[in-house]
């Protein structure tokens, strides 16, 4: 069986074998919503500093047809609207990678997220901002 024909399901379950309760829901709403053909939902918190077990920062990987002729803007927006009660109550950060299942074909994989740079709680003036003299 190859990649593409494999059934949808989240790489960071396959890697933990449970899923909390916030990744669960994220994955139901965007299986009901758009009937992917491909979907990952990466639970990317422990790479921020958040409490262990967090659940607040996602990455989505979609592939579906209802993408079809949508320009990206367009496509964030029906995950934004998917997920919307979860984005206003439980889930701090979701990266999106929305493709359309001829992209997913041409190129089967996304780039790994890039570290976290700790974000304003660390530095007042923002990452990579120097301290005023």
Known sequence: MSWAAAPVR??????????GPVETA?????????????LEVVNESGQHAV??????????????GRFEGLPLIQRHRLVHSSVRDLLA???????????TPEQWAEEPRVDPSPPCLGGSKHDPLGPGKRTPP
């Not at 409490?51 to 579906?64: C, I, L, N, R």
């Open 10 to 19: 989240s790489s960071a379950s396959l890697a933990r074998r449970m899923d």
């Open 51 to 64: 409490p262990p077990g967090s659940e607040t920062h996602f990455k989505v990987v979609v592939v579906s």
């Open 26 to 38: 994220l994955r139901s709403l965007l299986q009901r919503a758009l009937a992917p053909s491909h």
């Open 89 to 99: 109550s439980d889930i701090h950060a979701l990266s999106i990678h929305a493709k």
